[in-house]
């Protein structure tokens, strides 16, 4: 039977005709069903189906004669890329440090390529898509100035934190931050003026995709620099520290935007893109098995929570992988939702469906569990921001999660993919917000004033740099603990009081009893305990 009767007598039933679609490419002879369709939809224009299928092919003809992966610009940027990277990898020269404002002591914090590498590697893509793309100049400069101003207020403004582990957990969220921040710049110039959902789903689905393959390239680079040292290292030659990080910081330079090139035209839009062959289908396939698995992973972890149920409460490590899973649950989701309802068949749509409600519904679960062991270990020791960021991450994951099984009550079967799509759009502008909040306001929330301890003793001044707030100071001959607050010493009057008002016993700090003495006194706690003793 040719393609063409079987088109017509296929007419009736979408999943057999996709089937017959999916053996036709294997077989080689898509361009022969192509046809049948064609011929088909002019006898019968007013069939809904084959009115469907023509726009595919001709969607999916018109991509395939468009994409030229403009190298003529990706290679040249992924080595300038790469070598920026890799200049600013030197850590001898370009690390980040803290400094106690009152004493000058210094320590290294973090090297700068880990803050700047996303944004200096954002402004790269973003300049390649520019120029392979609509070259829209002002776009490119305002995402581009956006990050460096971004970049240059967090160098500038985390020395105004107090003490030394608020300026050191600020820096390592940044990393973050600005990777987020750098990611939606790229959007920006990506999706052009329009900012629908539809546009916002797709860009986080080629985002996925962008880094897929970077991951795939990453592990080739990591085997060939594995074998590449290890030969040297049999003749007895150590390669110098510049190679080295050629390869590693370089590399990853490189890496990044050869990956943007592959995956990503930057003559269209993003709904615009190629979701059905290719890379893109081996990822959505792929997020496609792992979902019932995922599913299956939960649901046997929510059975064993109730017997390890404080571990989270206790093991700061445990809390942070209990994050970690849950973004990675959320990117699961998206590269699980296909981009255009043709992409699955109605069968396989209708699973989906199923299989993303399961693991938003157990998400949740771990979610709230989560957040609960946050705010738990907040309680009982201090707002720190690290703490309130996650605190803010998980709120806002759970949210996305509640609007998500929301939507989809209210959309029902046959609208349950647009309503996916809206709910992860409106995912990007919650993330984005965070961000930018964390950015900004993080160093006002936890800003330190010098000042207060300015003229005490030098150890002292010492503990209130290096320890958050609440600094308990006792001396070894003396059994009275004081709270160091505003430059003066409050005398805490018994035990009870202590422990009353949330102390930790471990958060005490002991000091030379003269210096101990030097320090001004302030209130007692509480007020009404009396002239306070000295030490």
């Given at each position: ?272 893109q190629s979701f059905d062959e ?157 961000t930018i909040f964390g950015i ?96």
């Amino acid at each position: 039977m040719s393609y063409l009767d079987l088109t017509r007598r296929l007419a009736g039933d979408p999943e057999q005709l996709e089937l017959t679609y999916q053996q036709a490419a294997v077989a080689g002879q898509a361009q022969a069903f192509s046809e049948a369709v064609e011929s088909a939809y002019r006898d019968d224009p007013d069939n809904l189906l084959y009115a469907a299928w023509h726009y595919r092919l001709a969607h999916t003809a018109a991509t395939a004669a468009r994409r030229v992966i403009a190298w003529n610009w990706a290679i040249p940027l992924a080595v300038l890329n790469g070598l920026l990277l890799w200049l600013l990898s030197d850590e001898n020269r370009f690390t980040l440090e803290v400094a106690n404002p009152v004493t000058g002591a210094s320590y290294n914090v973090l090297p700068l390529v880990a803050l700047l590498a996303a944004p200096i590697s954002a402004a790269v893509i973003v300049l390649f898509l520019t120029l392979a793309g609509d070259r829209r100049w002002r776009r490119f400069a305002a995402v581009a100035l956006g990050l460096a101003a971004s970049a240059v207020y967090v160098l500038l403004i985390f020395p105004v934190m107090w003490p030394r582990v608020f300026q050191e957990q600020y820096l390592g969220l940044m990393v973050l931050h600005l990777g987020l921040l750098a990611w939606a710049g790229i959007g920006v110039v990506a999706m052009g003026r329009g900012f629908e959902s539809e546009q916002r789903f797709a860009f986080l689905f080629k985002s996925l995709e962008a880094l897929v393959v970077a991951g795939l390239f990453a592990i080739v680079g990591g085997i060939f620099m594995g074998i590449t040292f290890g030969l040297f290292g049999a003749l007895g030659i150590d390669l110098p520290d510049a190679v080295a990080r050629l390869f590693i910081a370089g590399g990853a330079g490189l890496i990044i935007v050869v990956a943007v090139a592959l995956v990503y035209d930057p003559a269209v839009r993003p709904a615009e893109q190629s979701f059905d062959e290719g890379l893109s289908k081996l990822i959505a396939l792929l997020m496609r098995l792992l979902l019932p698995l995922t599913v299956g992973v939960l649901l046997v972890y929510l059975a064993f929570i109730p017997f390890n149920f404080r571990e989270p409460f206790e093991n700061r490590d445990v809390l942070i992988v209990f994050n970690v899973m849950l973004f990675a649950v959320l990117a699961l989701m998206i590269g699980a939702t296909p981009v255009r309802s043709q992409d699955v068949s109605p069968r396989g749509q209708m699973w989906l469906r199923s299989g993303i409600i399961a693991l938003a519904l157990l998400a949740i679960l771990v979610s709230v569990y989560a957040l609960a062991a946050i705010i738990y270990r907040t309680s009982i020791d201090r707002l720190t921001p690290n703490r309130l960021t996650f605190i803010g991450w998980n709120i806002i994951n759970i949210v996305i999660l509640v609007l998500l099984l929301i939507k989809q009550l209210q959309a029902g079967r046959e609208r349950w993919l647009p309503a996916m799509h809206r709910t992860f759009a409106v995912a990007t502008v919650f993330y984005i917000v965070w961000t930018i909040f964390g950015i900004i306001a993080l160093p006002v929330l936890f800003r330190g004033d010098p000042a207060q301890v300015a003229g005490l003793p030098v150890r002292v001044q010492q503990i209130a740099y290096e320890e958050p707030y609440p600094v308990l100071l006792k001396c070894s001959t003396s059994p009275h603990i004081y709270l160091l607050e505003d430059g003066q010493k409050r005398w805490i009057k018994d035990i009870a009081t202590f422990e009353a008002r949330g102390y930790r016993w471990n958060d005490v700090r002991y000091v030379n009893c003269d210096d101990l003495a030097a320090v001004p006194d302030g209130v007692p706690i509480p007020p009404d305990a009396g002239p306070p003793p000295q030490p």
